[in-house]
């Protein structure tokens, strides 16, 4: 079935580093890919998404690229801050019948002032 | 716009205890729900979804059920509560791809 693998954390950087993030996924069909953040305490929202290859999602300075010959949607960040600390989820959605999303075990991310 | 609220926000229950958690959707009809279960420093793990009124679809065999007695209402239910089942239950509806969580309730099983 449907699978998605995303690194382990936690991952700890200090403000303004540069972030990765990857993630590879396993689908049959022709997925929509998502990363998904939950601050602390919080419920999950979603960062950005991308529907088909080649395409970019971006928001908030995360960028992530569908990349259908790796199976990859790795998620970057030019500078974080102490604000983006917090757990990111890779997740794909396929659409089909019960529109199910099959999310990643999530990697929580610490920046340091 | 669409929000989605839960209730309550945290919850201190003893073993065997029932259980129920309230959903409820505001701004979309006829919305696909889901509710998840993520224990501490976990990943999530979907519990239920519904595709309407009464459909409900059971991802895990376990000591919970849910309902879903109006369009945009999903509660979560448990007649005697384990201490594994501590944890923070979100739940979720789909505009067909992007999930959409609510705040969420922390359950502590004492």
């Known amino acids: 079935g449907d699978s998605v693998t995303q690194m382990e954390g936690p991952v700890t950087l200090s403000e303004e580093a540069f972030l990765t993030i990857n993630c590879t996924y396993t689908a049959t069909g022709y997925p929509s890919l998502f990363w998904y953040v939950q601050y602390p305490g919080e419920g999950l929202q979603l960062l950005l998404k991308?529907?088909?290859?080649?395409d970019k999602g971006s928001n908030k300075g995360f960028e992530a690229t569908y990349r259908k010959e790796t199976t990859s949607f790795h998620l970057e960040k030019g500078s974080v801050q102490v604000s983006d600390s917090a757990v990111y989820f890779c997740?794909?959605?396929?659409?089909?019948?019960?529109?199910?999303?099959?999310f990643g075990a999530g990697t929580r991310l610490f920046v340091k002032a | 716009s669409q929000t989605i609220h839960q209730w309550p926000a945290t919850l201190v229950q003893p073993v065997g205890s029932p259980l129920s958690l309230e959903c409820t959707v505001e701004g979309t009809s006829n919305p696909n729900l889901y509710w998840y279960r993520q224990a501490a420093g976990r990943g999530l793990q979907l519990l239920f979804y519904s595709v309407g009124i009464g459909q409900i679809s059971s991802e895990v065999p376990q000591n919970l059920s849910a309902s879903r007695p109006q369009d945009r209402q999903f509660i979560l239910s448990s007649k005697k509560l384990l201490l594994s089942d501590s944890g923070f239950y979100l739940c979720?509806?789909?505009?067909?791809?992007?999930?959409?969580f609510g705040p969420g309730t922390r359950l502590l099983v004492l």
């Open positions: 979720a509806w789909t505009d067909q791809e992007t999930q959409y």
């Open positions: 991308a529907t088909k290859a080649d």
């Open positions: 997740a794909l959605s396929d659409g089909t019948g019960g529109f199910k999303t099959i």
